[in-house]
Structures are given as C-alpha cells and as structure tokens.
C-alpha cells in the first residue's frame, strides 16, 4: 500500500514501528482456539437441521449410540433439562410507545422445531472426531416440513408463514427516531426530493480462524473452563452466564490468539453451552471445531437491512429534511449482537451533514435465516451507505457536482460539538478540511480527463466520494478498568478484558505505556483476558479498544507513577511532593539516591489497577475511488482510492493503515462480491461456502491511497478516536458510486450489492435495449 502522511504537532503518541506480535504470527507460531487440548478431551460433532422450518417428529440416535468409541448424543431435551433455552439477547433499547423486542426462546439444541438450514439438533460426542462424525451421519430425523420465509419483506407481509408462537406476524421489534411533524413539514416546503431504496445485503463476516471450543467441567468447583475464539472476555462471559443461569465467577476462559472477529467472535453462541451439558455430564473435556460451512450457516451474518429512504432539499441544494424506514433482518433469532444493526444507525443517522429533520423507522422480522450479529461498523455502513447514496442521488438529479453538494450541507467547524437530531453529540471534526485534503489526493478536478482517456480504451469510467461520521468508544461496561504489574526485573504487565484478533494492541497497547512511563515498550508486556480475571471493560469491538482500554493503559501508567513516588518517598524517607519521575526513575533534589522502577517492585510485586468510562468518539473521512467497467464482461476495476481519515492522535501509523486498508477491502467484498442468498422456496441458502461466496482478492484493490487529517478527541487522555471500523463505513457508499458513475451515461441510477459482472452485464443491456 502507498500511504502517504502528513505529520501534526498534536500526534503525541505517533509510531511507525513493525508488530510485536508478527513474527509469531507470520512464522506459524500462534496458538489459535483449536490448538488446545487437555487430557482425556472428547470430541462433539453437531447434527445440523438441513430443513429451513421444520417440526421434529422423530430422532433416531439408536444406530449412533452403537458407534465404537461413541460416548453419548445429546439433544434438545438435554437443552431444556437444563434450562438453556433463553438466550441473551442485546436488543434492549426501548421500541414504539416503550414495547420492547420480542425475543423467542432458543434451547441450545433445537427442541421440537428447526428454524434454518444449520440449526443444531444433537451433539454426538465420541473418542474421536472421526467416530463423532460418521456417527451422527446414522442419526435418523424425521421431519415435518412448514413453509419457510426467507425474505424479510415477505416476512412482514399478511400470512406469512409464522416462526414463534409468541412473535405475532415474525415482527421481533418496532421502533422510531426523529420527529415526524417536523419531517412532514420539511418535506412540505421542499424544492426537491430524492428518494431511494437501498439494500445492506446479508453477508458472513468470515474471519481466516473458525469457531472452536473445548470445554471442561471442573465438579470440585462447579465450574467450566473454556478454551474459545473470543473478541474479549466480559461480553461473552455475562452471555454465557445468562443463557445458564451459571454465576459468572465460575466461567474461566482461555484464549491465545485469534484469527478475526469482526463483531462476529463476541457473542455467546448455543454450541458453546451445548458443550457445557456434555462436559459436565460426560466429566471429560470436551472439543468441537468447526467446519467452514458450519461457519457460514451458524455463525451471525452480518447487515442485511433493507432501507427505503427520502430527502428534501430546498432549491439551493440544502438538506431540509429526511425520512428513513428500515427494515432489519434477524434470522430465525435474535442473536446476542442484535442491537448494532439497529442502535448504531442511529447514533449517525444524519451523517456528516446538518439535515435539521428526521424520522426514521424500524422494523425487525425474523426469518428462517442464519442469525444476524454485528459485523464490522455494525450498523454504520448501513447509515453511511444510505445517506451517501442519497446524496449522490441528488446531486446527480439537481446536476449538482457530489462535492459541492456535500460541501453546503457540512456541519461547519464551529459548529462542534455538534448535537444530531437524535441526541448523538458528534465531539469534533473539521469536515471541509478533510474533503479539501480528499479532493486534493483524489485529483477530483482532473477526473473528466482520466475519463475520456477510459472511454479511448472502451471503458465507463466512474468517480464517487463519501464523507462519513461514525461513533466509536463507549461501550456497555461500566468502565474499563487495567491492571499494570511490575516486577523486580522492572518488567511491566499489563492486564486488559479486551482481546485483539489481530489488532496489534500487544503493539500499540504497550508503546501507550512505555510512553507514558518513558521506558522501552519491549519493557511492557501486554496479558489480553487472563483466565480468571475479574476485571470489568469493555470486549475489542465497536473500535472501542484505543478509545477505552487503551486510554485506560496510559491512566494505568500514570498512576503507577503516583504510587511510585510514594513508595520512593518512603526509601528516601521523604515527601512523595518531593518526588520526580522521569525515564523509569524516581529521584528528588532533596537526595543522591535514585529509585528505579525495579526498585518498587523489590520486596514485592507492584499492582495498580486503573480505570476510566468514556463516551463515543466520532472518526470521520472522506474517501475517494474511481472504477472503470468493462462494457463488454460488466466487470468493474477499481482503478484509484484515496481515503482521507480523522481519527484524531495515531498512535501506531502502520497499524491505522492496516486497520484501514483491511475495513476498505472488506467494503470490496461487500460492494462487488460477497452476498449470502437463500432459496426463497426451500429456504436453503445457496452461497454457504467459498465456491459460491466470492472473497474480495487481493487484485481487487491494488492501491490505497491514505491521509491523516487528525482533529484529537479530548474524550480520550490519549487524543485517540477509534479506527478499526471506518475504512469499511467509508468504502461501501465510495464504490458503489463510482460504480453507478460510470453507468450513468446508460441511464443506470441504482443497482443494489453485489455489483458482480454478470449484474452489470444484464443492466447495460437492459439499459441499452
Ligand atoms: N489505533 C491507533 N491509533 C488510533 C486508533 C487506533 O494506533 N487513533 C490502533 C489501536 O491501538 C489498535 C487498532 O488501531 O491497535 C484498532 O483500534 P480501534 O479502532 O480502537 O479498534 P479495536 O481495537 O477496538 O478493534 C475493533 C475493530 C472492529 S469493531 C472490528 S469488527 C475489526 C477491526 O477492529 N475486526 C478486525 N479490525 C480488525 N482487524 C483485524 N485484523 N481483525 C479483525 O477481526
């Protein structure tokens, strides 16, 4: 990648340095979930319903049970023996008229009905993997096939099929924001409206490492261990516990590194606590690893909202109002990560721009799908992507230049901190600057040349640009608290509840303390979720992690200090107000001695435990793409990107990029390729493995073009906003519009994701006919 920097004064913290953590992951030497294994483990093997909605007549596991080396199979009725059939579920913000969300019941193992293709009906568990799986293939299910709804439109439609008694017309959750009078009144003076309906299509997260879990039961303690692909260790924890009924203290996790998240690794799913039953009453450990197809029908999927928009402007082009009615795909559940797809679009509902007016509504089916979590900006670049598909629209019916457009209708510098229609305080930002920097980088002037020169080579040539705001921080925890261990070597730990799945926090977690201690950052040595560990804090995602844990490391460290001079004063026999610090030393004017870090932690180690709760931080960018499409193949080339980002101080260059790089491609995926599709009559769904499921390649985005337009949050000590989501909030709306750029001259105004070539190929010649 070619990133170019600008550097600022204010960037305090400001690396360049390589990963701590590559050399053991790039030379194979990570120890992922599956890699652990205690004495005597069993081994489980889930039998998945391969019917969308279904009744269970029958469950024949006598021939299993025969199998050599078979331990047991567990099904539903175990589930409900233990009582694991609520699940946790996140959706808990208040609906219309203060309802709240309709969350059906979900055993562990699916008792009496099935609901999607993957559901999990019985555990087999077996000496070996191999005995477990060709066990369960003699596992007899009769079944009563229901008719199936796959699409949440239909699913809201009168007599749909119905999937839970106690969920009237598969409607899961109802809610509104904004205020409809003022609305209605925006639009009633409207010079112009722009309307437009949009799909976030339904994709799977699919991070390189697959579930895995192994599970012991300890029957001294009453309690489990478990090894677990995690994002963080509270979230997961509280859920686990929720979805028992076991106190929290007795669940203790293990997790080395893990191979991607994106939202999809934090939640408790019923697998886990599946194990649970089987351990604890087997008394062995026990270890389930999943399949790729296991993945991508039983782990959340991501987005899949549907979303009918409208925008009044006046005849100057400025944004009166806007009006937008969602509707949001649950699956056959609600999952644990049900809320980020609802609560974070609102958050930045508005986006970038003063639009005095807003209603929006939310509708939540279930269907007989996969059940829909957070995944990467969970919810923002589904806001970003209607709004900033909006905006183009309207600048292309008002024969308006997209910049400009955007220009006007900017929330102004002075403007900040800005409140939004629905009550969100955007902190900071400088938003014609960055669009400034973007035009500049992405050479918007020169764009009509470098499109004829296309056409001369057969190609339409098209430009988008998005200017986006998302939220980052906050979190559900109360606060976030570190822990910082020294010891006499004057080796510094640092104990955090948050989890990188490939980060870099082992990286940039320690240059926070290092710095603020002025000691090398090879001194400080980062432990992500200690088993056992009751610290309270936020799990890495929403990238909140720099935001909360890591400003947290750097209070951590200072208080250090301040402990440290006391203790100092104390050898010194002096006043800790007489005390400096400095570099890993304590000295005073008032002495010739000088204590070390090393020196505190002598007799015994020293611990401080820190803590901090901060809001949301609001990153924001303007990011710039031109694609070239193929009139002959309708395959479209990204063939520029440019991404101007403010997320406030950096503290590690590399690793924004990174983190910037991998959300732009993983809008690559989503824009051009990636889409989860059901058989909308048999409800099977059609694109569960990498065959059908088309990965964005690394060709796809050849060059990323980036620059740091930093305005530093006071919300954080460290000046940080967060990062890890913005490259894909910013990317999805960018190449969409450049898609649709370039096939404007056809008369082409909308397509919705994927935009594969075939889709293209069919538009241009429809266009054309
Ligand atoms: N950082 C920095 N300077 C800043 C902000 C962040 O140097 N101003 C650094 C942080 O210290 C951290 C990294 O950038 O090392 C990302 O920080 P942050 O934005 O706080 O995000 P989180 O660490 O909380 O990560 C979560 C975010 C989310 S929500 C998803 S989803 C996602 C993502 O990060 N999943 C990822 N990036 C991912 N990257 C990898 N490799 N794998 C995933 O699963």
């Keep these: 990648m070619d990133t170019h920097h600008e550097h600022h004064e204010h960037e305090g913290h400001a690396h360049h340095g390589n990963r701590v953590e590559d050399k053991r992951l790039i030379t194979g030497a990570g120890k992922y979930a599956s890699d652990w294994n205690a004495a005597g483990q069993l081994y489980g093997y889930f039998v998945r319903s391969d019917h969308a909605h279904a ?32 699940p946790p579920h996140s959706l808990t913000i208040p609906g219309r008229n203060g309802t709240k969300a309709l969350a059906p019941q979900r055993p562990v193992l699916a008792h009496g009905k099935v609901r999607f293709v993957g559901e999990a009906i019985a555990l087999v568990v077996a000496d070996s993997a191999a005995a477990a799986q060709s066990a369960a293939e003699l596992i007899e299910i009769e079944y009563r096939d229901l008719p199936c709804v796959v699409q949440p439109e239909a699913a809201l439609a009168a007599g749909a099929p119905q999937l839970h008694d106690d969920v009237p017309g ?191 509504t939310f509708r939540a089916p279930l269907t007989n799908c996969t059940p829909v979590g957070s995944y990467r900006g969970a919810g923002r670049p589904d806001i970003a992507y209607v709004v900033e598909r909006l905006v183009n629209q309207a600048a292309m019916e008002l024969k308006m230049d997209a910049a400009e457009l955007r220009r006007l209708n900017f929330i102004p510098p002075d403007a900040f901190p800005y409140k939004t229609p629905t009550g969100s305080t955007y902190e900071i930002a400088d938003l014609p600057g960055l669009l400034k920097k973007a035009l500049k980088l992405g050479d918007w002037n020169g764009f009509a040349k470098r499109r004829e020169q296309s056409a001369a080579n057969g190609k339409l040539r098209g430009i988008g640009i998005s200017t986006v705001i998302e939220n980052t921080g906050a979190g559900n925890a109360d606060k976030d608290e570190v822990e910082l261990r020294l010891d006499s070597n004057g080796a510094i730990e640092v104990h955090t509840v948050s989890k990188a799945q490939g980060h870099g926090h082992e990286t940039t977690f320690a240059a926070v303390v290092g710095d603020a201690l002025g000691v090398s950052h090879e001194q400080v040595k980062i432990v992500q979720c200690a088993p056992g560990s009751m610290l309270q804090g936020n799990h890495t995602g929403g990238s909140r992690s720099a935001v909360g844990a890591g400003s947290v490391c750097h209070l951590a460290a200072l208080k250090l200090i301040e402990e440290g001079k006391a203790l100092a004063a104390l050898e010194m026999k002096l006043e800790p107000s007489q005390i400096n610090y400095a570099k890993g030393e304590f000295r005073s004017a008032e002495s010739k001695r000088v204590v070390t870090l090393a020196d505190l932690a002598k007799s015994k180690p020293v611990k401080v435990v820190a803590e901090g709760k901060f809001g949301s931080t609001f990153p ?115 190449l969409v519009g450049a898609v649709i750029d370039a096939l404007r001259p056809l008369g082409i105004k909308h397509l919705d994701m994927p935009l594969t070539p075939s889709k293209l190929w069919h538009a241009m010649q429809v266009a054309k006919a």
């Excluded at 994106?262 to 351990?279: H, K, N, S």
């Excluded at 909308?680 to 065959?691: C, D, I, K």
Aim: glycine share 10%.
């Design 620 to 734: 924001n960018g303007c990011h710039i793409a031109e694609v070239e499409v193929d009139k002959e193949t309708g395959a479209a080339e990204i063939v520029r990107y440019c991404a101007v980002d403010d997320c406030g101080a950096v503290i590690n260059h590399a690793i924004v990029e990174g983190q910037l790089h991998g959300g732009v491609v993983q809008g690559v995926g989503q824009v051009f390729g990636e889409h989860i599709v059901y058989d909308r009559e048999s409800g099977q769904p059609l694109s569960a493995s990498f065959m059908d499921y088309c990965m964005p390649r690394a060709g796809m985005l050849r060059e990323l073009r980036g620059e740091e337009h930093p305005t530093p949050s006071k919300i954080s000590p460290l000046g940080v906003k967060g990062v890890g989501e913005s490259g894909c909030t910013a990317s999805l709306p960018v």
């Design 170 to 360: 598969n409607l899961s959750f109802e809610a509104e924001t904004g205020n409809a009078q003022e609305v209605e009144a925006a639009f009633a003076q409207a010079a112009h409206i722009t309307k437009l309906k949009v799909e976030s299509t339904r994709v799977s997260p699919s991070p390189m490492e697959p579930r895995a879990c192994l599970v012991a039961y300890d029957a001294a303690n009453d309690s489990y261990r478990f090894n677990v692909v995690m994002q963080g260790v509270t979230t997961l924890r509280k859920q686990i516990s929720a979805y028992t009924k076991m106190p929290e203290e007795k669940l203790i996790f293990e997790a080395r590194d893990v191979g991607g998240g994106f939202g999809q690794r934090t939640v408790a799913y019923p697998e886990y606590c599946a194990l649970m039953i089987a351990a604890k009453a087997l008394g062995k450990p026990v270890k389930w690893v999943s399949t790729r197809v296991e993945a991508f029908l039983t782990d959340t999927h991501g987005r899949a909202n549907i979303i009918d928009g409208e925008l009044a402007l006046d005849s100057k082009g400025k944004f009166l109002g806007m009006r937008l009615n969602w509707i949001n795909d649950m699956g056959a559940y609600l999952s644990p990560g049900s809320v980020g797809h609802i609560r974070n679009t609102s958050v930045c509902m508005t986006g970038v721009y003063r639009i005095p007016a807003l209603y929006a």
């Design 55 to 86: 009744e269970i007549k029958a469950l024949d596991m006598a021939a299993a049970l025969k199998q050599p080396g078979v331990r047991h199979v567990f099904t539903g009725a175990d589930a409900v023996a233990a009582g694991y059939t609520k």
